[in-house]
């Protein structure tokens, strides 16, 4: 079928604890849910999708579009996720589109500044981030996504944009806004964007873009972007081993 407005999109982001599952229908947000506890997801996603699609009078049946976050993030949440929409695709013979987290996110600011700058809290005193510029009313990504301090990341970006503006997007601002560098950022006219942890719906309009321009992700390549191998891997190969998947 066609992938226009009229698609129902089922959107989950499993990336850390504040997560969410949305449902759109005709290009717009019918229902979310928030993940605001510390419940498993385990436990929680199932019906969490339940629950949207029944708000939005919708079968998983009649659902036309998964979207999926990929990450970075928490390895087990990320894997739940995946998982799921893995196993709905193949059962119900539905289309996939993989999106990353910090995509979304940078795609929550307005085109003015010409740079983008996304990242939120990674845990171990770093953060997940990722630099974008605006480039023929899109935007593109400078470099991989990156685990890394919050300090090193803003002399990156600084580094990067140089004296041209940066809007900058987080589920944390503090951890760059109380950064001793920040105040210069802000001479130059950065702003600073906190969004909130329900980014599925915004990862189901990523995918209904992609959607509409035939570019899918294979369910069973569907992967996840850790950016870095989790605490059981480290411990078990080694810190010379490769990333894990």
């Excluded at 307005?110 to 740079?115: D, L, R, S, T, V």
Aim: net charge negative; glycine share 10%; proline share 2%.
């Amino acid at each position: 079928m066609g992938y226009t407005a009229e698609v129902i999109t089922l959107a989950i982001d499993t990336s850390e604890l504040r997560g969410s599952v949305a449902v759109r229908k005709e290009g717009r947000r019918a229902a979310v849910r928030r993940h605001e506890s510390s419940e498993d997801y385990s436990s929680w996603l199932l019906p969490a999708v339940e629950a949207c699609l029944s708000e939005a009078g919708a079968g998983i049946d009649a659902v036309d579009l998964l979207a999926a976050c990929t990450g970075p993030g928490s390895f087990t949440g990320v894997r739940v996720g995946l998982t799921t929409v893995k196993a709905w695709a193949e059962v119900y013979r539905k289309k996939v589109v993989g999106v990353s987290r910090l995509e979304a996110m940078a795609r929550c600011c307005e085109a003015g500044a010409p740079f983008v700058a996304a990242c939120y809290d990674g845990q171990r005193g770093q953060i997940f981030a990722a630099m974008y510029r605006w480039k023929e009313g899109g935007l593109e990504r400078n470099e991989e996504e990156m685990v890394v301090d919050a300090g090193s990341f803003l002399k990156m970006a600084t580094a990067e944009a140089g004296p041209e503006r940066i809007a900058w997007v987080s589920l944390d601002p503090q951890l760059i806004t109380g950064l001793e560098g920040w105040k210069a950022r802000a001479g130059l006219g950065d702003t600073m964007h906190r969004v909130e942890g329900d980014l599925a719906d915004k990862i189901g309009e990523i995918a209904e873009e992609c959607a509409r321009n035939q570019r899918f992700t294979d369910a069973l390549e569907l992967d996840a972007n850790y950016v870095r191998r989790s605490d059981a891997e480290i411990f078990w190969k080694g810190p010379t081993a490769g990333h894990g998947r």
